[in-house]
DNA sequence: CGCTGACCCTGACGGC
DNA sequence: TGCCGTCAGGGTCAGC
């Protein structure tokens, strides 16, 4: 799955079914990590889809009624499914469409290991997948003095303190690892320990990644493909570390490390890198 | 409050 | 070919 540039992917390709009206919700399972919103099924028909839009790494479908909330999980997919094709073992929820321009369309969600989230937000409530997240990477409110403010209070890794959704949201595995690496940081490096010139540049190259990997379609890996079944080509073509453990650094040539931060494996270049 | 590790689940892959 | 161990893009929670 899924980071951020994958969810953009995913959110541009389903605009085209805003002003689309929702025929019917069905859900094959009682849920993934949470239990679906099943009242849906009776609520969501007749529902006008006004906008696609993304926050973090949740895709939000919003109605009249409410905003739909999914999150892909690790290996979740959406894709636009034939009327008559047939679900698979892990196809939990469609979403059938219909309206102007379109004719009949069917947003399919594929999760294998149901590590995804569906949750329904009621016009004028919150939600609390919502809640408490920091900025978004790309927007104006994030740059190289907003993330060295946030790391001040932060003892851990510098890698496990950009993947918290709280400092930045949005920078998974592959794209921290790729924008340390790019940055220049050894990922041990204590967060609070870094200063604001190597924040300033640090913040650039999450942005710099983000804004490539989204170019590309996002990172294909394992079971995640586009919407349409389109492939994305970023960790595979042009990752520098990450998935690259063992293999000679393309700058240098030193033999890229792997270390285990915060439970996740990570890649880098201990000559590139520094603390 | 912040940090670490365990956990949720299935499938893909490599080694034997 | 098949069996088994290991690993995987994320988020949450308990325990310290």
Not at 20 to 37: K, Y
Request: hydrophobic share 35%; proline share 7%; net charge positive.
């Amino acid at each position: 799955m899924p980071e951020l540039p994958e969810v953009e992917t995913v959110a541009r390709s389903l605009k085209k079914l805003e002003g689309q009206t929702v025929h019917a919700i069905h859900f094959r399972r009682g849920g993934l990590r949470e239990p679906f919103p099943v009242e849906l099924v009776a609520q969501l028909p007749g529902q006008l889809l006004r906008r696609v839009g993304r926050r973090s790494k949740y895709l939000l479908l919003e109605f009249p009624a409410g905003t739909l909330i999914v999150h892909l999980g690790m290996s979740g997919s959406v894709r636009l499914a034939r009327a008559d094709e047939a679900p698979a073992k892990h196809d939990h929820m469609d979403i059938d469409f219909g309206g102007p321009g379109l004719g009949q369309a069917r947003l399919r969600l594929r999760d294998p290991r149901r590590f995804g989230v569906v949750a329904w937000q009621p016009t004028g409530h919150s939600s609390r997948h919502l809640e408490g997240l920091g900025p978004e990477p790309l927007d104006p409110g994030f740059d190289g003095e907003v993330l060295h403010a946030a790391l001040q209070r932060r003892g851990s890794p510098i890698k496990v303190a950009i993947m918290d959704p709280r400092v930045v949201v949005g920078v998974g595995n592959i794209y921290a690892s790729e924008a340390l690496h790019a940055a220049g940081i050894d990922p041990r490096k204590r967060a609070n320990s870094l200063s604001r010139a190597r924040a300033v540049r640090l913040a650039g190259d999450i942005q710099r990644i983000l804004r490539d990997a989204i170019a590309r379609g996002g990172s294909t890996l394992r079971d995640f493909h586009g919407v349409d079944g389109n492939v994305g080509t970023y960790a595979q073509q042009h990752a520098k570390v990450y998935g690259r453990a063992g293999e000679p650094c393309e700058t240098c040539g030193t033999t890229i490390k792997n270390t285990i931060l915060g439970g996740r494996a990570s890649a880098w270049c201990p000559t590139c890198q520094k603390r």
